[in-house]
């Protein structure tokens, strides 16, 4: 596989959205959410599987951004609202069972494998232009 600029591209703004949610999850969620067991209590172990986890689904991701379906359009979405966001939960909550992590792991595998193996269901444009005049006299 060949890596182009837009590839590249959507990798590093990827570690940099990682990046900002441990920031965030570090100086913010741990500190006012802490009571409600948000801990920040890091350890080597659990940002190398935090890391881990982003790195190897990193060509996952590269290439569903890179398709233009619905279904890649909203896998994309699930994986910054979701799936970056748990990696720094992980990250900064060394409580977490390792069988909690690898059904997480499995999960996204299964769920991006899928969506790049099973054949997309194209809309063609005139139906998303279709309106109803229920509401118009």
Do not use: H
């Not at 599987?49 to 951004?65: G, H, M």
């Not at 990250?91 to 996204?108: C, G, P, T, V």
């Amino acid at each position: 596989m060949k890596l182009n600029r837009k590839d590249i591209f959507v990798f590093l703004n990827i570690i940099f959205y990682k990046l900002c949610c441990d920031f965030a999850y570090e100086n913010i969620v741990s500190v006012v959410y802490g009571y409600q067991n948000f801990f920040n209590n890091s350890t080597l172990t659990s940002q190398s599987l935090s890391w881990l986890f982003i790195i190897t689904l990193s060509p996952f991701f590269v290439k569903i951004f890179k398709q233009g379906s619905l279904s890649s359009n909203i896998i994309s979405f699930l994986i910054l609202i979701s799936l970056v966001p748990t990696t720094s939960m992980i990250a900064y909550n060394s409580q977490y069972e390792f069988k909690y992590i690898l059904l997480m792991y499995l999960y996204w595998v299964i769920i991006l494998f899928c969506q790049l193996k099973f054949p997309t269901v194209l809309i063609s444009k005139d139906l998303l232009k279709f309106r109803t005049n229920i509401f118009i006299k």
